[in-house]
């Protein structure tokens, strides 16, 4: 399946900083007494506008997912229709013994790639508004601090569909910004 929706995935926007080095953003932020991440430079997106950019492509991303996988309407009873995806199990390990990435049992994938910024937005807005269970033992600090350069983060989202549109019955984070898939290259440049 090939989706594009890239104008909901861009970066922020930075108003009078965009295309300008970090560090330029950086010296407006602090002249204007506030950190970096929070800063929005004059003509800049706020995270606010990230965040409701993020919850629109949600719904595309939904309606897409709904639509072409012909997922059942509601029910006659007017209640929904659970959706043919179903979250792994929660565990770490899968039956075979191996490491457990969250894909068994997951009958649709859908691959977002974005930019370090909005993914943050994005896995806030899924853990703070939306309720998603996280991995046991996980530090806040690290699901909400920067995503590495070609950082991978995987949720699983479990879709209804409901007569005004798709509904998120369940979502669960598997693990955020690892950087593990890297140390084969690292390695090899040695």
């Known amino acids: 399946m090939e989706m594009v929706l890239e104008p909901l995935l861009r970066e922020r926007g930075f108003g009078i900083a965009e295309g300008r080095p970090k560090e330029d953003l950086k010296n407006m932020a602090n002249a204007a007494g506030q950190s970096c991440r929070d800063y929005t430079p004059p003509g800049g997106e706020t995270l606010d506008q990230v965040k409701l950019r993020f919850k629109k492509f949600l719904k595309v991303l939904f309606e897409r997912l709904l639509d072409e996988h012909s997922w059942s309407a509601p029910d006659a009873s007017g209640g929904a229709t659970a959706a043919n995806v179903t979250a792994a199990a ?9 490491a457990d990435d969250g894909l068994q049992g997951v009958t649709v994938h859908a691959l977002v790639v974005s930019h370090g910024a909005y993914i943050r937005v994005a896995i806030r807005h899924l853990v703070e508004d939306l309720k998603c269970s996280l991995p046991p033992g996980v530090k806040m600090s690290h699901l909400f601090s920067p995503c590495p350069n070609t950082g991978i983060s995987r949720f699983i989202l479990t879709l209804s569909k409901s007569e005004p549109g798709p509904v998120l019955s369940a979502a669960r984070c598997v693990f955020t910004n690892r950087k593990d898939h890297l140390e084969d290259f690292t390695a090899a440049a040695e």
């Open 90 to 98: 929660a565990s770490d390990v899968a039956p075979d013994g191996s």
